[in-house]
């Protein structure tokens, strides 16, 4: 590993974790990549002056986000930086692509089902009218990182089976003739249920991210519900606050 690694002992932040800063910086711009091994812990110690116990506490901050895994027998590498997205109108699969995450999907569940009340409230529709219900499992670099549930107006678009495997369900919609225009959504956070901490390779209980959205198109009409939840170790959401005049 040939980083700029430096610290700062006149610094009020720990030492641990300004290093953990760093190394997760290396990471997220690609200086680290997936699969490269980090070292060892005696000679990163030895290198920058630092305790043991100091570096394997960055080390260690690091593996719980996600961004490291030990496995026995070869060190410490890096698994892959967490993606974050920024609030605007654009589909997981796209912001995986645009982060050099080869993304892959799963499809759990693609049927007609009668649309319950707050579907039929989102998508516009009379309550037990016909919708579409896709449900995926959005993986990159072979690991889980969202589970996707959609719904959508029948024959709007084609969603072979097929096809949602490989490519994202924005780009079906626009290649459909579809103008995707805004969105009305929510985030939150709630406790991973049983089934959904297995789909995600999460224990029981652990915090998971949600996102609810309602897309429209150019003419005014609903074209999508989203109902997704996100490995937070995997995943955020970036916002850009400005201060109101």
Do not use: C, W
């Given at each position: 590993?040939?980083?700029?690694l ?59 986000k996600?961004?490291?895994v ?8 890096v ?85 949602l ?81």
């Amino acid at each position: 590993m040939s980083l700029d690694l430096g610290v700062d002992r006149g610094s009020p932040v720990p030492l641990y974790f300004q290093l953990s800063q760093q190394l997760e910086s290396a990471i997220e711009r690609g200086v680290l990549t997936p699969g490269s091994l980090l070292g060892n812990e005696i000679e990163l110690a030895a290198r920058l002056g630092l305790s043991r116990p100091t570096v394997r506490q960055a080390i260690q901050s690091l593996v719980d986000k996600g961004l490291l895994v030990r496995r026995r027998g070869v060190g410490t590498q890096v698994v892959h930086s967490r993606v974050k997205r920024p609030l605007e109108l654009s589909s997981l699969y796209d912001d995986l692509t645009a982060a050099g995450q080869r993304p892959a999907t799963k499809v759990l569940v693609n049927t007609v089902v009668p649309a319950g009340p707050e579907i039929a409230a989102a998508l516009g529709v009379a309550e037990g009218a016909e919708v579409h219900r896709v449900g995926r499992l959005r993986l990159a670099h072979g690991e889980p990182m969202a589970h996707l549930t959609n719904h959508l107006p029948p024959g709007l678009v084609d969603l072979d089976t097929g096809l949602l495997e490989t490519t994202g369900l924005y780009r079906l919609l626009r290649g459909a003739g579809i103008t995707l225009h805004s969105a009305r959504q929510s985030i939150g956070a709630r406790a991973a249920g049983d089934a959904e901490a297995g789909l995600l390779d999460e224990e029981p209980g652990a915090p998971l991210l949600t996102m609810e959205r309602t897309t429209f198109d150019d003419t005014g009409r609903a074209v999508e519900f989203g109902s997704h939840t996100y490995r937070p170790s995997r995943y955020s959401f970036e916002f850009q606050l400005l201060v109101r005049s």
